[in-house]
């Protein structure tokens, strides 16, 4: 299994930026995908899941309304589109995959790293003021 991260990059305040994953050995539309961020340090945190189809999703209240999760199954990639970032966002980001599937309910707070079984190399995103 491999899932490879791209996209990361600097940009000031306010801009976008979309980051990839691209997987191969395992179905994104099986798994349950995540990003994860890790800022300089500090804990590895939980950005934003998805899963089944209808995709549900799920994001921290802390990027809720700014980024974005979608897939697109044809690829086998997974993608995080990031609007309105923060100097607070700047960390590298990790795709990760795990075979736990969530009800739609399933509260966001309670997404940890130790779930996923399977990540990516991370790309360094920094948002400069």
């Known amino acids: 299994v491999q899932l490879q991260a791209s996209g990361g990059g600097l940009v000031q305040a306010g801009g976008s930026l979309r980051l990839s994953c691209a997987a191969s050995?395992?179905?994104?539309?099986?798994?349950?995908m995540g990003w994860f961020r890790q800022a300089p340090g500090k804990e590895r945190e939980f950005v934003a899941a998805g899963n089944r189809t209808p995709f549900n999703t799920y994001y921290s209240d802390s990027v809720k309304g700014r980024f974005t999760i979608s897939e697109d199954n044809a690829k086998n990639t997974v993608y995080l589109q990031m609007n309105g970032l923060k100097p607070e966002d700047t960390a590298v980001y990790y795709c990760a995959a795990t075979p736990t599937i969530y009800i739609r309910s399933y509260p966001p707070s309670r997404i940890t790293p130790d779930e996923y079984t399977h990540w990516g190399q991370g790309t360094l995103v920094t948002v400069s003021s």
């Open positions: 050995g395992l179905s994104v539309r099986v798994y349950t």
